[in-house]
């Protein structure tokens, strides 16, 4: 009798109206931008934010020093790892923001404009660019004890073991 009911239509149609109901809930968890990062950015920058010795920038204490550099803002919608990431352009946006606002810590400046959905898809839609030598470029305009209070790890040269 009970096999009877879910085998008709109408009960189908009613189950999948249920594992909707259920799923709705979790599928709008994974759209917030913790989430996100934890799925898309932990892997490589950490959960902390904190980078690793094998090359991955720490973005702790220092991802905000890019928002006050020239380019430096456009430097973080055009990093790789952010930008191929499977992410819609809004999420990602948000995860950026969620990012500075989580990690920057020291490195905040006084005032930034949160990133956009818009600027996040003029980026995408942009030629991929040398993306170490615009880093490196925007590290030396930095001033040097902004750079020695920063891990070695967070350094261009040392990022260069990566590759
Ligand atoms: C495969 C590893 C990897 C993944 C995954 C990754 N990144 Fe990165 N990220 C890097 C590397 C390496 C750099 C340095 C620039 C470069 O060489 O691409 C970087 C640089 C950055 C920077 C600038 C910090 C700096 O000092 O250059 C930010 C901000 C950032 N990533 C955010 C993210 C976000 C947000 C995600 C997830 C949507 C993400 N990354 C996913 C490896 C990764």
């Given amino acids: 009798m009970r096999a009877r009911v879910i085998r008709s239509p109408r009960g189908t149609r009613s189950a999948w109206v249920l594992l909707l109901m259920i799923l709705a809930p979790m599928l709008q968890a994974q759209a917030d931008p913790r989430t ?30 890019y928002l006050d550099l020239p380019g430096g803002r456009d430097y973080l919608l055009h990093i790789p790892g952010a930008r191929n990431a499977p992410l819609k352009d809004d999420e990602l946006a948000s995860v950026m ?34 993306i170490d030598a615009w880093r490196a470029k925007l590290w030396a ?12 790890d967070a350094t261009p040269a040392s990022k260069a073991t990566l590759y």
Wanted: aromatic share 8%; proline share 7%.
């Fill in 141 to 152: 305009q930095l001033p040097a004890q902004e750079v020695a209070a920063s891990n070695a």
């Fill in 97 to 130: 923001n969620w990012v500075i606002e989580q990690f920057a810590g020291r490195s905040l400046p006084a005032r930034w404009e949160r990133f956009t959905a818009t600027e996040v898809a003029q980026a995408r839609a942009a030629k991929p660019v040398d």
């Fill in 36 to 65: 996100n990062y934890l799925l898309h950015c932990m892997g490589c920058h950490q959960p902390e934010g904190a980078g690793t010795a094998m090359g991955i920038p720490a973005l702790r204490d220092r991802v905000g020093y």
